[in-house]
T-cell receptor, first 111, second 115 residues
Framework: KQEVTQIPAALSVPEGENLVLNCSFT??????LQWFRQDPGKGLTSLLL?????REQTSGRLNASLDKSSGRSTLYIAASQPGDSATYLC??????????FGTGTRLKVLA | DAGVIQSPRHEVTEMGQEVTLRCKPI?????LFWYRQTMMRGLELLIY????????DSGMPEDRFSAKMPNASFSTLKIQPSEPRDSAVYFC???FGEGFNQPQHFGDGTRLSIL
């Protein structure tokens, strides 16, 4: 059964730090992986989507990478800001299984 | 441009009652998804539609759950009869083009409490 794990579960950092969030999956037959953020009481906002043929995607201060061989994706946030505080979720799609969400990382950036 | 609109935002009802959740996708989007989020199980896909047709409902937990999409601008998720374990936040999302291969746009969810 496909499992998608995110480490750490929670993270608290001072403003300005660069940080890395991790997403691990057990099945290498990946079609794409998507990163979302979720603010309290809100739905998910799509941040980056990486196709299986891609190694990374960038949007502003965000960079997501994908390593199929190791079953891992990382989300890099540069120069973190208090507005980045949210829960970050990755979602794995194999084209065969159901769309599987990770367990989430709750991020708090301190001013 | 309006995003995905869900109603109601909050619903509290007693066990055994029928519950209907509503969703209006973004205009022009041809995929619509229903999700459920709980602390125990995280975010789970329940069912999704393409061009108003249900494609995969294997995530629907029981026959008590049903979903319809009568037209491109409206979908409902119905629970009848409701049970306390159905308490969760239910999200609707929509996308354009290739379903899971395109960014999904989420509504703000319906927080459902079954007493």
């Amino acid at each position: 059964k496909q499992e998608v794990t995110q480490i750490p579960a929670a993270l608290s950092v001072p403003e300005g730090e660069n940080l890395v969030l991790n997403c691990s999956f057990t099945d290498s037959a990946i079609y794409n992986l998507q990163w979302f953020r979720q603010d309290p009481g809100k739905g998910l906002t799509s941040l980056l989507l990486i196709q299986s043929s891609q190694r990374e995607q960038t949007s502003g201060r965000l960079n997501a990478s994908l390593d199929k061989s190791s079953g891992r994706s990382t989300l890099y946030i540069a120069a973190s800001q208090p507005g980045d505080s949210a829960t970050y979720l990755c979602a794995f799609y194999s084209g065969t299984y159901k769309y599987i969400f990770g367990t989430g990382t709750r991020l708090k950036v301190l001013a | 441009d309006a995003g995905v609109i869900q109603s109601p935002r909050h619903e509290v009802t007693e066990m055994g009652q029928e519950v209907t959740l509503r969703c209006k996708p973004i205009s022009g989007h041809d995929y619509l998804f229903w999700y459920r989020q709980t602390m125990m199980r995280g975010l789970e896909l329940l069912i999704y539609f393409n061009n108003n047709v249900p494609i995969d409902d294997s995530g629907m937990p029981e026959d008590r759950f049903s979903a319809k999409m009568p037209n491109a601008s409206f979908s409902t998720l119905k629970i009848q009869p409701s049970e306390p374990r159905d308490s969760a936040v239910y999200f609707c999302a929509s996308s354009f083009g290739e379903g899971f291969n395109q960014p999904q746009h989420f509504g703000d969810g319906t927080r459902l409490s079954i007493l």
